[in-house]
C-alpha cells in the first residue's frame, strides 16, 4: 500500500499565531513530499518541494520564511504557516513520492488540512 | 513551461451513460506522464488513470479510459456507465519524466451525476 496521512484534519487559529501541520507516509519512505494549497473551487498550486534531509524548493511567489517546511525524516515532512492571517486560510494537501515499477515515481496524496485563520 | 487547460467548469450526465472530459496541455517535452485524478467531496485526491507519452495505446482503468492525442496535446477522459460515486472534481496533470517530478494540475472540471 501506499497511504499518506496529515495531522490536524483542520484547525482553526488566531490572526498572528503559527500553524504546524504534519505529512506522514505511514507504509513506505518518502524522499520527496510535495506541498500544494487549494483555495476553494480552484485547482490545487504547489507550493514547495519538501526533500528529506535538505532544503525545500520554493515556488515563485510562495514566501519560504512564512511557510516553513521541515522534512526531518524519510516518513514525515511538516509545513508550518508563521504570523498567519486570514488570507492564509485554505486547504493544504500533501503528497509523497513513492517509486512504482523500475522508473516511476507515483504522488500519493494525503487528506489535506483545511486551515481556517480568524 | 507547462501549462494544461481543462475547458469544461461543470458537466453532468445520467446514470449509466458516458461522459467525456476534455484537457489540453502544452509543453515542450517529449517524455512525459498524463494523469486524471479524482477529488470527491472528501476532498481527498484519487488517481483515476495514467498515460505514459511514448506509449501510442491508450490507458483504460475499467470504466475509465482516455483519448490521447500527442500531436494536438489532447487527453480527454471517458467514463463509461456513469456512477452515482462518480460525482466529484476531476484533475487533468502533467509531470516530467525526467527532472523535477512536479505535478502541473489543470484548473478541474466538477461532474455531477445524475440519478
Known amino acids: 500500500g501506499a497511504v499518506v496521512s496529515q495531522h490536524p484534519s483542520w484547525v482553526i487559529c488566531k490572526s498572528g499565531t503559527s500553524v504546524k501541520i504534519e505529512c506522514r507516509s505511514l507504509?513506505?519512505?518518502?524522499?520527496?513530499m510535495f506541498w500544494y494549497r487549494q483555495f476553494p473551487k480552484q485547482s490545487l498550486m504547489l507550493m514547495a518541494t519538501s526533500n528529506e534531509g535538505s532544503k525545500a524548493t520554493y515556488e515563485q511567489g510562495v514566501e519560504k520564511d512564512k511557510f516553513l517546511i521541515n522534512h526531518a525524516s524519510l516518513t514525515l515532512s511538516t509545513l508550518t504557516v508563521t504570523s498567519a492571517h486570514p488570507e492564509d486560510s485554505s486547504f493544504y494537501i500533501c503528497s509523497a513520492e513513492k517509486l512504482v515499477g523500475k522508473s516511476y515515481n507515483e504522488q500519493f496524496f494525503g487528506p489535506g488540512t483545511r486551515l481556517t485563520v480568524l | 513551461a507547462q501549462t494544461v487547460t481543462q475547458s469544461q467548469p461543470e458537466m453532468s450526465v445520467q446514470e449509466a451513460e458516458t461522459v467525456t472530459l476534455s484537457c489540453t496541455y502544452d509543453?515542450?517535452?517529449?517524455?512525459?506522464?498524463l494523469f486524471w485524478y479524482k477529488q470527491p467531496p472528501s476532498r481527498q485526491m484519487i488517481l483515476v488513470i495514467r498515460q505514459e507519452a511514448y506509449k501510442q495505446q491508450n490507458a483504460t482503468e475499467n470504466r475509465f479510459s482516455v483519448n490521447f492525442q500527442k500531436a494536438a496535446k489532447s487527453f480527454s477522459l471517458k467514463i463509461s456507465d456513469s456512477q452515482l460515486g462518480d460525482t466529484a472534481m476531476y484533475f487533468c496533470?502533467?509531470?516530467?519524466?525526467?527532472?523535477?517530478?512536479?505535478?502541473?494540475f489543470g484548473t478541474g472540471t466538477r461532474l455531477t451525476v445524475i440519478p
Open positions: 496533470a502533467f509531470m516530467k519524466q525526467t527532472g523535477a517530478n512536479n505535478l502541473f
Open positions: 509543453t515542450s517535452e517529449n517524455n512525459y506522464y
Open positions: 507504509d513506505f519512505q518518502a524522499t520527496t
